[in-house]
């Protein structure tokens, strides 16, 4: 699934499964994508170096989930995604975006084939810009229905260990972009192992009323530290993942955002999806802009909304941007016209009116660390 940035609004907020769970556990809460969220409990490092060396336990109900169903549903998806969705195998996940009619990302979206039916998880955020994409564009006899469920994720090396016990699918089995429909904590549920922070993990589809027990079952395991969105951050920033709303936008085409894998090879030829023309325009000449990451000189953190300069030229913008706990040091990800983004490229970021090297480089920071097919 994909990630979007945290929302500073203060409306009417609601509340996951998990909300006193998370007060109980000291969580710090924020509002974010019209949700009380915990954005820490013990720390950002902590709990970013938990998920790297061994389990780290997400809130991640607040995003959307859809299911997909009727007779041309795998077409329709091909019509608002340009990802391989009629090719796509029973419960085998992929990766892709909503695009709009100027070739930008209304959404970075997970759909899984389950059977005759999908099932899509789509960004907290951007759930109502979804749902209206998807009633603009509606097709006879498909229909989308969002559900009531809750979302947990637990991530890392020893996440496979944790969770072993609680599933009764073999989780040995599953392998990176897969799921199964299984029994988990007592109830049926859907398990992917698709990787939200770029290491080895599994998100659970549950019921909301066998979410908290669940929880605590999982938090409760030594080896297990709850997560908020601060390390969420860190981690996905590390790894290379975009951010919708910083990274992804409706004005930020998938070629931009240097995510080409996200449109299937068959889909690059043969286009149909909306926003085609532009989009495989980009591919054929190449993108103005490109997303690039960008180490930093010195220990001061470039934000994202950082002015790129080279000299005295604009250059782009940083989307995101931070200190990676694992890299140690400051990193960030910009936007930069594509004449400035060849890796070694030395540019200058403005960070409250003082110029700071930066310099391009290869994404992603860290390794994905996920189980791959062929590699069990």
């Not at 710090?28 to 490092?45: H, K, N, S």
């Not at 694992?326 to 490229?345: K, N, R």
Request: hydrophobic share 45%; charged share 20%.
């Amino acid at each position: 699934m994909g990630s979007e940035h945290t929302d500073s609004g203060d409306g009417a907020l609601r509340r996951t499964p998990l909300y006193d769970l998370h007060k109980a556990s000291g969580a710090r809460m924020v509002p974010f994508a019209g949700y009380e969220m915990p954005i820490q409990y013990t720390g950002i490092i902590a709990e970013h170096t938990a998920t790297r060396t061994s389990a780290g336990l997400f809130d991640v109900s607040h995003m959307g989930q859809a299911d997909v169903s009727g007779p041309g549903a795998a077409e329709w998806l091909e019509r608002i995604t340009p990802g391989n969705i009629t090719g796509l195998k029973d419960e085998i996940a992929r990766y892709t975006v909503v695009t709009n009619e100027n070739g930008g990302v209304v959404d970075d979206l997970i759909i899984t084939r389950l059977g005759d039916g999908f099932r899509l998880v789509v960004n907290g955020a951007r759930r109502d810009a979804v749902a209206a994409h998807i009633e603009k564009h509606t097709a006879s006899g498909v229909s989308v229905d969002f559900l009531d469920r809750a979302l947990i994720a637990l991530q890392g090396p020893q996440a496979e260990a944790v969770l072993a016990p609680h599933v009764a699918a073999d989780l040995a089995a599953l392998t990176f972009m897969t799921a199964v429909q299984t029994e988990a904590f007592g109830v049926p549920a859907l398990v992917s192992r698709c990787g939200y922070t770029g290491e080895d993990g599994f998100e659970l589809s549950l019921p909301p009323e066998v979410a908290p027990a669940a929880w605590a079952a999982l938090a409760a395991d030594p080896r297990v530290t709850e997560v908020g969105l601060g390390a969420r951050d860190t981690l996905r920033l590390e790894a290379g993942l975009c951010l919708y709303g910083q990274d992804l936008a409706e004005d930020i085409s998938p070629v931009e955002a240097g995510i080409v894998f996200a449109i299937g090879k068959r889909r690059r030829a043969e286009g149909g999806f909306i926003g085609a023309e532009p989009i495989l325009a980009e591919l054929e000449d190449g993108p103005a802009r490109q997303r690039v990451g960008l180490t930093v000189e010195g220990r001061v953190p470039v934000r994202a909304g950082a002015a790129l300069y080279q000299s005295e030229h604009t250059a782009g913008i940083v989307t995101s941007g931070g200190v990676g706990p694992t890299v140690g040091a400051p990193i960030a990800v910009g936007l930069v016209l594509s004449a400035c983004a060849e890796i070694g490229t030395k540019l200058e970021a403005d960070v409250r009116g003082k110029r700071i090297g930066v310099t391009v480089a290869a994404l992603p920071f860290v390794q994905p660390n996920v189980k791959r097919k062929g590699l069990l």
